[in-house]
């Protein structure tokens, strides 16, 4: 095989060997980067313990756990009134909003069992 040299003496460089090694070394980058981004989702509450909230049964027995439908879609957090206490608010689909209020305790983040809905126009 006989070697192509520049005027200047330098070896010319293939055209389809230099965008194959481009080609290789993009897909290369590209796909280290979306597995990093997957790696890093994935373990995201590594070394945290996760707990369900709860209604408030400090007065009376064993309630069930309380269930946000997947459909609702978290709009933001609040203050609530008293200290430790946050609002939570939700939107639905049909542009409905919804609050949920809770509070912390020794830990715990404890639901009010009364959902409150603001209405969007039709």
Known sequence: MKRRFAKDGN????PALGAGVAFVFLTVV???GIGYV???HA???SGFVTREARFDES????KPTPIIPSSWRFIGVSNGEKINSNTLW????NGNIYVV???TTYGKFILDETIYKIAAEK
């Not at 070896?11 to 293939?14: A, F, I, L």
């Not at 007065?59 to 064993?62: A, D, E, K, L, R």
């Open 43 to 45: 373990q995201s509450t």
């Open 90 to 93: 939700f939107q639905d689909r």
């Open 30 to 32: 590209l796909s280290y």
């Open 59 to 62: 007065v009376g027995g064993s």
């Open 101 to 103: 209020q809770g509070f």
């Open 38 to 40: 997957r790696l890093v």
């Open 11 to 14: 070896r010319s460089v293939n």
